[in-house]
């Protein structure tokens, strides 16, 4: 069985079980739900979002050259 690894890196928490005889349409239904809700979370927060992204952006791009063995 593969491990499923989310995008946000938790490795631990509550499972979430989701029914494996949706519909299409209902798939679509949740689907289109999650789309909605990230675009109202997007537009709201966007400017602390775009901030939080170029900042977590540039700290990874500086960590190669912080590290001692290259």
Do not use: C, K
């Not at 999650?34 to 700290?59: G, P």
């Amino acid at each position: 069985m593969n491990t499923y690894h989310p995008p946000s890196g938790l490795l631990r928490g509550l499972d979430l079980l989701i029914d494996a005889d949706w519909t299409p349409a209902q798939a679509r239904a949740v689907i289109e739900l999650l789309d909605d809700l990230r675009e109202r979370i997007w537009a709201h927060y966007e400017r602390v979002l775009f901030e939080h992204y170029r900042q977590d952006h540039l700290t990874q791009a500086e960590l190669p050259f912080d590290d001692p063995s290259f």
